[in-house]
């Protein structure tokens, strides 16, 4: 979300999912980071704070990754049927995957968003990225570029 919303376009979330939760720990760490964009997504209800029910799995999470967010993002996902796990850490991927879950980075998030017409090019917001600090290497922006069809 920090990153989407860097660049404008924490909406694209909105316009390719249905429901967006946000743990708290992710709310609160997001929140000193941005004002902007979330605040008004959270105000305007679409982006929807919550808490996982199990925090002791939770707590083992975030023992294995070291982070309460990422850890919360995967608590929270493993609670709810069909649930897609937002999020970008590699750790965290890993863990996620390994659970079960299905995981979309930003990269994928802007990618879903090209193949579904929302967007009309990616590598203009590939370029945001990089311009605001997404570490984003030369192998895989031109992957990305690949799978947008515009290279």
Not at 126 to 131: F, I, S
């Amino acid at each position: 979300m920090i990153h989407l919303s860097r660049i404008g376009q924490v909406d694209l979330l909105r316009a390719l999912y249905i429901e967006i939760l946000v743990p708290n720990a992710v709310a609160d760490e997001v929140a000193r980071h941005l004002i902007g964009e979330f605040g008004v997504a959270l105000g305007a209800g679409w982006l929807k704070r919550t808490t996982p029910r199990d925090l002791a799995r939770v707590d083992e999470i975030e023992r294995e990754l070291g982070g309460r967010g990422e850890a919360e993002v995967i608590g929270v996902a493993l609670e709810i049927e069909d649930a897609v796990v937002l999020i970008d850490e590699t750790a965290a991927r890993r863990c996620a995957r390994a659970r079960g879950l299905p995981v979309r980075g930003t990269l994928g998030v802007i990618l879903h968003a090209k193949r579904r017409g929302l967007i009309e090019r990616a590598t203009p917001l590939l370029d945001d990225l990089r311009r605001t600090g997404f570490w984003l290497d030369d192998a895989t922006y031109r992957r990305a570029r690949e799978l947008a069809s515009e290279v």
